[in-house]
């Protein structure tokens, strides 16, 4: 699946990938160059809001202040890994700028 990080530091998330995440809320790691957004299990346990972006149920959530020195933004190819519940997003990448 294709996610866009954006130069003013939000992820883009499209609607089809957004039923993962029921709350409307995840937490978000680095591990090993990787963003890992993992969706929370219920409202009380915090995470950062996925806000509605579009009519078609996109999703952005800002993500800036966690990302470490050097990332570009860019489209980004990411992975939902089963086994431990995250979209796997690579960080370090030769990513396409978006053209809006």
């Keep these: 699946m294709k996610l866009e990080l954006t130069p003013t530091g939000y992820l883009h998330i499209p609607a089809e990938e957004t039923v993962r995440f029921p709350i409307g809320t995840a937490i978000v790691?680095?591990?090993?160059?990787?963003?890992?957004?993992?969706?929370v299990s219920h409202l009380g346990a915090g995470g950062l809001l996925l806000k509605l972006r579009n009519s078609r149920g996109d999703r952005s959530m800002f993500?800036?202040?966690?990302?470490?020195?050097?990332v570009q933004p860019g489209i980004r190819d990411a992975v939902w890994d089963e086994q431990y519940g995250a979209l796997r997003i690579p960080l370090f990448c030769s990513c396409a700028m978006s053209e809006k």
Aim: hydrophobic share 45%; aromatic share 6%.
């Design 29 to 39: 790691l680095i591990r090993d160059e990787e963003l890992w957004v993992m969706p």
């Design 63 to 70: 993500v800036q202040e966690i990302l470490p020195e050097g």
